[in-house]
């Protein structure tokens, strides 16, 4: 049984909807509100068509501060700091000493010399604390701090009934602002391919602006939405999750886990040229060694690929599903794979096995599956 050792604010809100709270990261969260198919379709629908409003306070919150902060973030993540200006983030990848992927997690430049980094389930917290000792920096966890996520082609039009400017928010910029009289901190983020932004605030305004935006927002089609329908939305937009996608979940026959930017498809969260960061030795000397791909595939029908199917190719298991979907709204039947290097080619045919025995046919294809060119995700205006 996991230890909650962290509390939502929201959490009396998740019961009321019938939330199930499930551990993700420490934290009892709303994977849940309703396990029916109906329930799935209807949230994941309302972020694709209007907006859906969630609860990710699970996300762990570090505040790095001082003068050594941006030695601190460098050292530890794969992005060149010094190019991000207070007002933005990045998102950015962290290793360990042998140049394998540990966590992800976002850079956000609140001043000078005052940072905020947002990650999940790895271990970013405690890499941060150790190249901080004896730095004149301080790295502090925040609880206090809760985190909204409001996602979907409305979102904007429902903020900027609120709030001045947020049209010319770029992605991955951040604003101090306040909604119904709280101060908030919103980024122009989100993990869901859409246009969205998350909005972090203090624990005891949390309830308040939950149950103001919900009830502002109805008209507009805003809802709540359970934690579940991240997976698929991730899924068609070419979003990883750890460790749902690793090797930690799907282990190496006689090799240890731990996978690399370059089989997950992460190479791009290393800035050019950087060196320095925990693991950059170990990350360029396995180029070009991948034991495996992270791609897509697609499959015939609309029954969807189950979580960890088998991939075949020739009546060989070469692979596995990690998460698959399908989409009435997108007419597709997709999922995440890791497959070997040679089956990562568009058009590869391979077979989908799901749990009850059942064989789907389908082609490796390229990631993302949804607004291919990011259009929707970095919209202006």
Known sequence: MAILWRTSALAQRHAQIGGELEDWNGMGTAWFYDQSP???????????????LMDVSGLKKVHVVGEDAAYVIDRVTTRNVEKIMPGRSTYASILN????????????????????????????????TSVAAGKNCSVIFDDDMHDMSLQG?????????????IRDLAYFGIMQTKLYGCPVMISRTGY??????????????AVHLWDSILADGKDMGIVPVQ????????????????????????PFDGDTCGDTLWELGLDFTVSPGKTGFIGAENHYASQ???????????????????EGADLLQNGEKVGVVTFGMYSDINGHNVGIARMPVACASPG???????????????TAEEMPFYDQDKSIRTAKG
């Open 38 to 52: 109906e329930r799935a379709k209807a949230d994941y629908e309302a972020i694709r068509t209007k907006a859906g």
């Open 97 to 128: 000493a042998e140049g394998k992927f540990v966590d992800d997690c976002i850079i956000y430049r609140l001043s000078v010399n005052t940072w905020l980094v947002v990650h999940g389930t790895g271990t970013g917290m405690e890499q941060l």
């Open 153 to 165: 082609p409305v979102a904007v039009d429902f903020l900027a009934k609120h709030i001045p400017g």
């Open 192 to 205: 869901t391919g859409e246009r969205g932004y998350e909005i972090f605030c203090q624990a005891k305004h």
């Open 227 to 250: 934690f579940s329908t991240l997976d698929l939305l991730r899924t068609e937009s070419y979003l990883l999750f750890y460790p749902g996608d690793n090797s930690e979940t799907y």
């Open 288 to 306: 070009g060694k991948e034991r495996f791909k992270i791609y897509g595939v697609k499959l015939n029908g609309t029954t969807p690929a189950d």
């Open 348 to 362: 590869t045919k391979l077979t989908v096995r799901n749990g009850d025995g059942t064989e789907i046919t389908a």
